[in-house]
């Protein structure tokens, strides 16, 4: 998926309104594999509006902490927002921070949720948030299936091309996406990042090809960079052909993967070893 400086900023709220057919579902999906507990402590890095942040917060309740954190301050301020909706949390703290960077150590959870693709150094980011995590800690990273959303990135691109009268290249997930799109590849990968009983679970899912629903899948997600420097005119340009090469077709595949693993006792020494 594409994303500029400021993408996800520019998409934060659309994000919000996307999050029930595509964010909230891989949040559950990851929650329920990663399962904080009552009193844990918790890393959220990558959080983006919150979906997976909130469900951690109300599984360690009172007595554990959220630590949730994310580059765009936008996306933090839909969350701060969705957490006083909620009443408060006062167990979940949102930072605008670069996670690759992030001081906190000694987590028992730490879960990154379609967000690693996105560091500058996918397997350097990746390794500080298993240091973040306390020896033994999980660690829980979502990606993207491979396939997932092309379809959609495919037209879009297209679209966008015929607009701005260039030529783009066809639509790719990015090297790191593609890297980590496979159940077998994923659990190597992560495995290299220093986690042992790595386990990789495949969730089917899938967003309505409605138009509406179509085109929220752009403006709330990584997509809407794509959008970016288009006047007003344009974009609703975009929105019609992009929507016009996707008629009459299924439904977004959106399948993702859930990696599960745990930062060894003992740092570098497998478990089992
Ligand atoms: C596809 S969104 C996923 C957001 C959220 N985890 C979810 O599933 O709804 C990817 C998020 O990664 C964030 N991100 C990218 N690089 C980051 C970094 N270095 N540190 C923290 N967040 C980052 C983006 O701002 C964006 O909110």
Known sequence: MSAGPGAFDAAAADAVLLAPLLWEPVAAATVARSAPAAGERVLDACCGTGPSALLAAAAVGPAGAVDAVDVSSAAVAQLQQAARSAGGLPCLEAHTADATA??????????????????????????????????????????????????AGRALVEAVAAVREEALPAWSASAAAQQLGEGAALAAWVGARGLDDVVVTRHPHAVPASAEELWLLVLGSGFRGLLSGLAAAQVARVR??????????????????????????????????
């Open 102 to 151: 992030w001081p906190g150590r000694g987590y028992d959870l730490v879960q990154g949720v379609l967000g690693v693709f996105f560091l500058l150094d996918p397997a350097a980011g990746t390794e500080h948030l298993v240091r973040c995590a306390r020896p033994g800690g999980r660690v829980v990273i979502t990606t993207w299936a491979t396939g997932a959303l092309a379809v």
């Open 240 to 273: 019609d052909l992009y929507l016009s090469g996707l008629a009459g077709g299924d439904d977004v595949d959106a399948t993702f993967l859930v990696a599960t693993g745990h930062r060894p006792e003992v740092p570098g020494v497998p478990s089992g070893a």
